[in-house]
């Protein structure tokens, strides 16, 4: 059964926090991994890919860790502009291309003046 | 500018009557999806193609269809629409390339059937 779980949140933070959000994913052959944000009525947006053992995007990091079937999003400073829903992603194929990604039902943060 | 573009953005219609939701991508990408949002369910992959002519089943295709005729083009059928089929659609297309991947969404399109 393909499964992505999430934190449920929601995620109230004051500006400047850091916050960290989590995700399992159940298929442990799993190839590829996304972190989207989702903005309210709006199409989701790709945030960061997960390839290896993490990446770092100026205040956004995000790590995979293949062993616990766990990858994280970590923001730092955060903004009033980060207020959105995360949505964690897993591809459950390997090779080129994404063709099965299953989304987890994302967490919702805002961020308060 | 890279673009997926949908329409119709909104519609409203009734049971039984056929529709057609068609997404469009310039960006050459070879794969190409469509999802429906629900509250409490997030996103589920309803088809997806790698290639013209060449689609599969996602996680719930039931009561749809899609083609893959031209490689920008993806429609997606709703042969005989049903109320559960009340969502928000989104059609997404993908590359892979050195190693990376993108995906582009379009704006989605809310769909009401009475």
Redesign the interface.
């Known amino acids: 059964r ?1 499964e992505v779980e999430q934190d449920p949140g929601p995620f109230n933070v004051p500006e400047g926090a850091t916050v960290a959000f989590n995700c399992t994913y159940s298929n442990s052959a799993s190839q ?1 991994f ?1 972190w989207y944000r989702q903005d309210c ?6 945030l960061m ?1 997960v ?1 290896s053992s993490g990446n770092e995007d100026g205040r956004f990091t995000a790590q995979l860790n293949r062993a616990s079937q766990y990858i994280s999003l970590l923001i730092r400073d955060s903004k009033l502009s980060d207020s959105a829903t995360y ?1 964690c992603v897993v591809n459950m194929n390997s090779g ?11 967490t919702k943060l805002s961020v308060i003046p | 500018e890279a673009q997926v573009t949908q329409n119709p953005r909104y519609l409203i219609t009734v049971t039984g009557k056929k529709l057609t939701v068609t997404c469009s991508q310039n960006m050459n990408h070879e794969y190409m999806s469509w999802y429906r949002q629900d509250p409490g369910l997030g996103l589920r992959q309803i088809y997806y193609s790698m290639n013209v002519e060449v689609t599969d089943k996602g996680d719930v295709p039931e009561g749809y269809k899609v083609s893959r005729k031209e490689k920008r083009n993806f429609p997606l059928i709703l042969e005989s629409p049903s109320p559960n089929q009340t969502s928000l659609y989104f059609c997404a297309s993908s590359s892979w390339a050195s190693g990376k991947e993108t995906q582009y969404f379009g704006p989605g399109t809310r769909l009401l059937v009475l």
């Open positions: 393909k590829s996304f009525r709006k199409e989701p947006k790709l890919s390839y949505l080129a291309g994404s063709y099965q990604l299953t989304f987890g039902k994302g």
